[in-house]
């Protein structure tokens, strides 16, 4: 089968560091997605792994390990606009398949 | 330039009646997608356009959900007859070839509530 799994919720301070990490396990491989959802708005892009490595963009960074099957977001700085679920997805053969997202709460 | 337009944006209606939701994506681009999304998970892919033609439907419950893209632009879901179960929002997204890089863009969804 097809499975997307991230940590359903995560707590982190105004200013530090956090990694939100997405491990998958899918049929076909052909890219993998983060997006960013604040509650009763709709996903948008942050970014896009499909080789090995760090992707650097701003103040957020993406990884991707395809032998583990393993993926983080990092976010530096974090500020209070960065309270939002983050979703994982990946793309197998040809369609996008997601992860459930990680509420971030930043607290002050 | 315009995002994807959704409307509306919400919408209650009663099991077992009607609802019809429209979409407009960005201009240009070829690929449609609806979404599923209910409080707590991941958008589920209804069904995949591109132009105006399906890719993808394998999980839209085609007894009582269609959709259609006639002039290869804008398009419309449906659900008939509406059951509790369908409570969720309701997400269009469009990109630009349908690729598996390319990005998908969401318009701002249309939240359906069925009593």
């Known amino acids: 089968g097809q499975n997307i799994d991230q940590p359903t919720e995560m707590t982190a301070t105004e200013g530090a560091i956090v990694q939100i990490n997405c491990t998958y396990q899918?049929?076909?491989?052909?890219?993998l997605f983060w997006y960013q959802q604040h509650a009763g708005e709709a996903p948008t892009f942050l970014s896009y792994?499909?080789l090995d490595g760090l992707e650097e963009k701003g103040r957020f960074s993406s990884f991707l390990s395809r032998s583990k099957g393993y993926s983080y977001l990092l976010l530096k700085e974090l500020q209070m606009k960065d309270s939002a679920s983050y979703l994982c997805a990946v793309n197998s053969n040809y369609q996008l398949i997601w992860g459930a997202g990680t509420k971030l709460i930043i607290k002050p | 330039e315009a995002g994807v337009a959704q409307s509306p944006r919400y919408k209650i209606i009663e099991k077992r009646q009607s609802v019809a939701f429209w979409c407009n994506p960005i201009s240009g681009h070829a690929t449609l997608y609806w979404y599923q999304q209910i409080l707590g998970q991941g958008p589920k892919l209804l069904i995949q356009?591109?132009?105006?033609?399906?890719?993808?439907d394998s999980q839209l419950p085609k007894d009582r959900f269609s959709a259609e893209r006639l002039k290869g632009v804008d398009s419309t879901l449906k659900i008939q007859p509406a059951k509790l179960e369908d409570s969720a929002v309701y997400l269009c997204?469009?990109?630009?070839?349908?690729?598996?890089?390319?990005?998908?863009?969401f318009g701002p969804g249309t939240r359906l509530t069925v009593l």
């Open positions: 356009f591109q132009n105006n033609g399906v890719v993808d």
């Open positions: 792994n499909v």
């Open positions: 997204a469009s990109s630009f070839t349908g690729t598996p890089g390319d990005t998908q863009y």
């Open positions: 899918t049929s076909g491989f052909n890219g």
